[in-house]
């Protein structure tokens, strides 16, 4: 019994750190604003707990994001259609996009914050080259697809953090404009008619 508690400790001090990283996060004007000072603050727990958890700053912002896109990951790799793995290529890797896109704008900073993480390119990052896979997977099996390699980088790129706070921040571009531009261009690199939800927005 007297084992449990720190382990309880530790599991209660880290779901507040991430709740309070989600809440200053979400609320800040910059990602680069939020400190660990800051979360440790809003969490009510010392720096060096934030530390003992998760390593550094890089690192809890990468638990945050894996925390925040668990439903998605769940959903692409069990759930129903469209983004289920049951899906056909032609519909899922629309759909797999519009998902990607749609979690960076609800997650903006948190979004902004992860990609600029580390000395490593963004295209190293496990994030990243697990959705590239995937996409790519599915590109393969798309008959009269070439360099399915290429394509899965460059569809990714129209989702990138930095694109998107660019569009939705200073261009001020529409959640639902952006959506259906990133359909379109999907269906013409597919070659294949704009589907889903995103082309009824």
Not at 24 to 35: G, I, K, M, N, Y
Not at 81 to 88: H, K, M
């Amino acid at each position: 019994m007297p084992e449990r508690k720190p382990r309880k400790d530790a599991a209660r001090n880290r779901a507040a750190a991430l709740a309070a990283a989600d809440t200053l996060f979400a609320q800040c004007r910059s990602p680069e604003d939020v400190t660990m000072a800051d979360i440790a603050a809003a969490a009510g727990v010392g720096k060096g707990t934030l530390f003992r958890a998760f390593g550094d700053r890089t690192g809890l912002i990468r638990a945050l994001h894996e925390a925040r896109l668990e439903p998605v990951r769940n959903a692409v790799e069990e759930g129903p259609p469209p983004l289920g793995p049951a899906t056909p290529p032609l519909q899922r890797v629309p759909a797999l996009l519009d998902a990607v896109l749609c979690f960076k704008l609800d997650n903006r900073h948190l979004a902004l914050a992860l990609e600029g993480t580390g000395s490593d390119s963004p295209y190293r990052t496990d994030h990243y080259e697990r959705w590239h896979t995937l996409l790519r997977n599915l590109l393969e099996q798309i008959p009269g697809l070439t360099d399915s390699d290429f394509a899965a980088h460059a569809l990714l790129a129209a989702t990138r953090a930095d694109l998107v706070e660019y569009l939705a921040g200073e261009k001020g571009m529409p959640r639902g404009e952006m959506r259906r531009r990133l359909a379109s261009f999907t269906a013409r690199i597919l070659g294949s008619p704009v589907q889903g939800r995103a082309a009824e927005d």
